[in-house]
């Protein structure tokens, strides 16, 4: 079946994707981007004005991804229990464990712009993680106060939450050499993610119904 100009920018995305977060944004060449997928160089730059633009795209699709992992999940009001609150953090807590087990290039590539400023550092901060970072603030100082959160502090607690997701599966390797399990596992995946919300929420009620 012949690709479409549409089919092939998407997989230069998701080829990109995995190039950045592999080796970062100046380790990364746009021929192996190209090569990846089957493309042509010269289609990379039909597609995106410039390396930059590529990494750009490629993050942009990467959070619109994760976007829409987490949208259909209720927004926290000021009528939510602490209890309906803590639900929707956990629930929200075990999908993006999901996300980054099936994602690894998303904490790979947040490391790799983060270790140094630089103006794509400070693109993805303010148009992606600052968001996401101020909402997770708000939602954990309720949980706090509600007695059901873990006595971690709010402007830490988006380091331990990325941090503990994602290493599993950046860490893939290691974690097989360590565990004897295989990371990606669906099960293996869930069970982190139920470890990780009991972590962050101790004084959480499990629901009835679920074990």
Known sequence: MRRTRGDIRQELLESALIEFGA???DGASTRAIAQR??????QINYH?????ALWAAAVDHLFGLLGE?????PLPGGTDTPTR???AFAEAVRRFVHFAAAHPE???IMVHAATEDSERLRWMVERHVRPLYDAIRVVWQQLRD???AAPIDASKVHYVIVGAASLPFVNAPEARLLTGAEPTDPAWVQAHADGLVATLLPGRTEPAGRT
């Not at 997928?37 to 010269?42: E, G, L, T």
């Not at 995106?48 to 930059?52: L, Q």
């Open 23 to 25: 080796k970062g944004f």
């Open 37 to 42: 997928v089957d493309a042509h160089q010269p």
């Open 48 to 52: 995106f004005d410039s390396k930059e």
């Open 69 to 73: 992992e987490l949208s259909d999940l």
């Open 85 to 87: 609150l803590a639900e």
């Open 106 to 108: 998303l904490n790979q």
């Open 146 to 148: 509600a007695g059901i």
